[in-house]
């Protein structure tokens, strides 16, 4: 027997098995490179030129940030003007926010994804990239199996509305 769980619509939509360990390895592995690439880069220059390019580039982040998240709020604000469909701005203007959040993170390699994120064509690669995936996704939903549509409770009848009768009358 199936639990009303399996039968939700939303069952594809919570996080599976999988991306939870994926997010796991994630959020276990970005700060092992970072401390590798602080040990390394700190070895060969010294440790104040890695702490200055560590601030410089916080800094040179915060300025792409502050004009790439200006320039989507205008094409956001365009688009809605024209009536076209915001979404892919909104969506470039939350990757401009999550590259801040890596931008402001100290690290290398924090520092170069948030600035790749701030590259419009990378962005549009990413979205692309994930736009493929959803599709993939509805498809799948789509072709799902459709449980039959219980006709017990639909009723064929005529009617006649009374109201319009008794004005015409008067």
Known sequence: SSSPKDDSPLED???????????L????????????LFIQIGGAIGLYPT????????????TLLKSQGLSALG???SSIQLGQN??????????????GVFL???????DAFG?????????SFLINLGA??????????????????DETNIYDADYTVVDDEIKKSD
């Open 86 to 99: 915001p979404m892919k701005q909104i969506i470039h203007g939350a990757m401009i926010l999550i590259s």
């Open 115 to 123: 600035i790749l994120l701030l590259v419009p064509q990378f962005r």
């Open 13 to 23: 939509c919570a996080i599976n098995e999988d991306t939870k360990m994926f997010m």
């Open 132 to 149: 493929a995936k959803f599709a993939n996704k509805i498809n799948t939903f789509n072709k799902a199996e459709t449980k039959p549509v």
């Open 51 to 62: 702490l200055a390019i560590v601030l410089l580039t916080a800094l040179i982040g915060t």
């Open 25 to 36: 390895i994630i959020f276990i592995a970005i700060p092992i490179i970072e401390i590798a």
């Open 75 to 77: 094409t956001l604000q």
């Open 104 to 110: 402001l993170t100290p690290g290398f390699f924090t």
